[in-house]
């Protein structure tokens, strides 16, 4: 959200009135007026539209973010007739699934058909390993690092042999994680790093890395440390204030970088020339995500605060006349996250809205569609970067006259800072969820056919920001404003364990109905 956008909608009560929760506690009395108008007027003057920084200095005004209800009634009718669905079920179309709409097997029934020669070729097929996967999401949670900084970014390679964490300590710690092992082998101390390193990314061949911060420059620094490469790579942007590039991803054929920035432009940099080669006007507002549709690298998505994602043909992209081949609305506020399926159809989108929406880039928006949109995010007048989701915007479950989306995904919270959201890896679970990090300190796993919450891993004290689900491993890593970066794998729980999963699970949900009442 601009500032702009933030000085129309600012409304200022009495100094000394008190704020109540959503279930409504009594809270401590409201921020100090003189400080935060202080604050206001600075930002004004230095006309800065910092998305995250602004979070960081007025953390200390966010209470603690209420956590929506599962939406036990989605809408699935757009889905039901989506090729995405016959294709995800006609895997797995001779098993048989439970009420969740997920494949329970039994391992004994499994085994038995094995020896009797029921399973093709004596032999699991990759489907039912993979459907056999899905039944045993992880859900206990092992700390591996504490730090003195809040994490921002924490991934896996593309083979899930090398990790990364990004915190506010300038630093970006390596780990090997080959083998079942997690062991740092390396530590690269980020330069012209502006309050935090905002986002990170592997190259396709997990040989160099690439991050950004408020910075006119990315930079590229070889992983393992052999040859020393730390390299700054100019973007050369346009506006004389503050830059910052909100995500970078690689091209996969490791040639180019593309960028989203605060100054609503996309950036494409040529590492074979070491160039900027594009620099288009994207969006209304800051881009906050960006990705490549498939390993063809030549569809681009980008997602903005207009709340509006747009689908750009990278062979046809010019700087002197900008034209996207597409658009998608629906969201009802800024997107914060986009994640590609990889197979040049599907991606999917995390909201301030407090959604995820799952898209086929196939299906586009009609032009009433992205007014309305437009419309939605232009009436908007609360900042998630530090207020509480309002309660209208938790209980607004309807969509906007035109929305293309196949299926909409609630249940977790977005405050405070650009929460990621992925699809599940292919090779364990055939992509069949959509999970996310949460401002409640849980990571939230979506089914991608049903809607529902599968899993709700509970565990940081603070905001997930960033999770990575191992590509070939059934174990997901989270990295959170707590300090710490943890790793969830798959523990069988004993009937007492059952019992009090069931009782905190019973007494969440009643917390969370209260909450929206």
């Given at each position: 959200?601009g ?43 230095e ?60 391992l ?6 094995r ?7 004596g032999?699991?097929r ?50 090997d ?23 990170t ?8 890395l ?6 006119d420059?990315l930079?590229?620094c070889?992983?393992?440390?052999e ?16 830059f ?27 590492l ?139 249940g ?21 969820f ?65 019992k ?15 909450d929206?009442?």
């Amino acid at each position: 959200m601009g500032l702009g956008r933030w000085n129309r909608t600012l409304r200022i009560e009495s100094a000394d009135r008190t704020m109540e929760s959503n279930s409504g506690r009594r809270l401590s009395p409201a921020p100090d007026l003189a400080r935060l108008l202080t604050y206001l007027i600075r930002r004004s003057n230095e006309d800065d539209d910092s998305e995250e920084e602004y979070s960081q200095n007025l953390e200390y005004f966010v209470p603690p973010p209420s956590v929506p209800a599962d939406d036990v009634n989605n809408d699935t009718s757009h889905l039901d007739t989506s090729e995405l669905k016959q294709e995800m079920l006609s895997d797995a179309c001779a098993l048989k699934f439970g009420r969740s709409g997920i494949w329970e097997p039994s391992l004994h029934q499994l085994l038995l058909q094995r020896e009797r020669g029921v399973v093709d070729r004596g032999d699991f097929r990759r489907a039912i390993c993979r459907s056999t996967s899905c039944c045993y999401v992880p859900n206990k949670m092992d700390v591996k690092e504490r730090y003195c900084n809040k994490v921002f970014c924490g991934t896996y390679s593309q083979s899930g042999d090398i990790f990364l964490s990004a915190c506010q300590d300038r630093q970006i710690r390596i780990y090997d994680t080959s083998k079942g092992k997690f062991k740092k082998f390396n530590t690269i101390h980020a330069l012209d790093v502006g309050w935090s390193i905002l986002d990170t990314c592997f190259s396709p061949d997990s040989r160099y890395l690439v991050y950004s911060s408020w910075s006119d420059y990315l930079h590229l620094c070889d992983v393992h440390g052999e040859h020393h490469v730390h390299q700054t790579l100019p973007l050369t942007p346009e506006s004389p204030h503050g830059f910052c590039i909100f995500s970078v991803v690689f091209s996969q054929d490791n040639k180019e970088l593309l960028g989203g920035a605060n100054d609503r432009r996309l950036y494409v940099y040529d590492l074979e020339r070491e160039v900027r080669t594009l620099c288009v006007e994207a969006h209304e507002d800051d881009v906050n995500a960006v990705s490549f549709a498939d390993e063809g690298s030549q569809i681009l998505f980008s997602g903005s605060d207009d709340g509006l994602c747009k689908i750009w043909d990278r062979r046809t992209l010019r700087e002197s006349d900008p034209r996207h081949v597409g658009i998608l609305a629906g969201h009802l506020d800024g997107i914060t996250f986009i994640d590609s399926r990889g197979d040049g159809r599907y991606l999917l989108s995390n909201s301030k809205d407090q959604s995820i929406k799952l898209w086929d880039m196939r299906h586009l928006s009609s032009k009433k569609a992205q007014d309305e949109t437009r419309q939605c995010v232009s009436r908007q007048n609360w900042d998630y970067r530090w207020q509480q989701v309002p309660r209208k915007v938790f209980r607004n479950r309807k969509k906007i006259p035109g929305d293309s989306s196949l299926m909409t995904y609630r249940g977790h919270t977005v405050l405070s800072t650009l929460i990621r959201a992925r699809f599940s890896p292919e090779f364990t679970t055939g992509q069949r969820f959509i999970y996310t990090g949460c401002a409640t300190g849980a990571i939230v796993v979506y089914d991608i056919l049903t809607g529902h919450i599968v899993k709700k891993l509970s565990g940081h004290k603070a905001c997930v920001r960033d999770i990575s689900w191992h590509p070939y491993n059934n174990s997901i890593m989270s990295s959170s404003w707590d300090c710490t970066i943890a790793q969830w794998s798959y523990l069988e729980m004993d009937g007492d364990d059952v019992k009090m999963a069931a009782r905190k699970s019973k007494k969440s949900k009643n917390h969370d109905s209260k909450d929206q009442t």
